[in-house]
């Protein structure tokens, strides 16, 4: 087996391990309110390290084997790990992966970055509004972690403007993955029982995607924003790149 070919099997295996290990310790047992199920995610920097430094296969791959682990080890419900969690893994850092080489390149980095935190504020802002599970304190607290968001977008751009094709690679890759996982989640539960040990139920409502889709992208959205540019500027010093796509 060419050297390349186990390195990149080695690299994928790492990647799988930490992400699994690393989401295991730090979801602390926290789950999106009212609906449950998709679990508080700051171990995701990890993949997306992978996916940047070394290759989109590389991230996307081992991200798609350590979400099945962890979902193994937290609710156990193969069948949902694989139709939603693998399959919004795999496509959002993939896709991170790919669009962060393309984005760095271009000099638009700082005004797409900011505007694409406008789709999640929208969606908060409607949250907030429609108040659909009579809870307003969640539409708030979406709401607020739009804001910080967007703070932090708008930082980057004004400040370090060369992280910002890196933030809106972030920012659309896990836009694609929080879809995924909403709209996922929400036609499983028009079939199956959601795991008890997630929050359970059935046959919810399609308002649910909305706050899946939030619950994933807010929570995970600043420890990319914050986590993932330092990261990758250290790794890539540190370390030869030896597998590039």
């Given amino acids: 087996m ?18 699994a290990g690393v989401g295991y310790l730090t979801y602390l047992g926290i789950f999106a309110p ?37 979902d193994m080890l937290i609710h156990g419900d193969p069948v949902l790990s694989i139709t939603v969690g693998v399959t919004s893994n795999v496509a959002g850092f993939y896709v991170l992966g790919v669009l962060a080489r ?16 406008a789709i999640p504020l929208a969606a908060a802002l409607l949250t907030l509004w429609a108040n ?34 890196l933030i809106a690679a972030s920012s659309l890759g896990l836009l694609l993955g ?3 996982i909403g709209l996922g989640v929400w ?22 995607a909305a706050l899946w889709f939030l619950w994933t992208y807010l929570t995970e959205i600043p420890f990319l924003m914050t986590l993932l540019p330092p990261l990758t500027a250290a790794v890539r010093r540190a370390v030869p790149l030896a597998v590039r796509d």
């Fill in 34 to 70: 009212v609906v449950g199920t998709v679990r508080f995610w700051p171990a995701v920097v990890v993949p997306a390290l992978f996916a940047v430094v070394y290759s989109p296969r590389i991230g996307a791959l081992g991200a798609g084997i350590g979400i099945f682990v962890s």
């Fill in 187 to 208: 036609a499983y539960s028009q079939f199956f029982s959601l795991p008890a040990a997630a929050g359970g139920g059935r046959s919810l409502p399609l308002f649910a």
């Fill in 132 to 165: 659909p599970f009579g809870d307003p304190a969640v539409g708030s607290i979406f709401l607020g972690a739009a804001a910080l968001s967007l703070a932090i977008s708008i930082f980057y751009s004004l400040y370090r403007p060369a992280y910002a094709g």
């Fill in 2 to 19: 060419p050297l390349k070919k186990t390195l990149e099997i080695v690299l994928i295996t790492v990647n799988a391990a930490l992400y």
């Fill in 102 to 117: 393309t984005l760095a390149k271009t000099s638009r980095g700082p005004v797409l970055s900011t505007a694409l935190q």
């Fill in 178 to 180: 929080a879809t995924i």
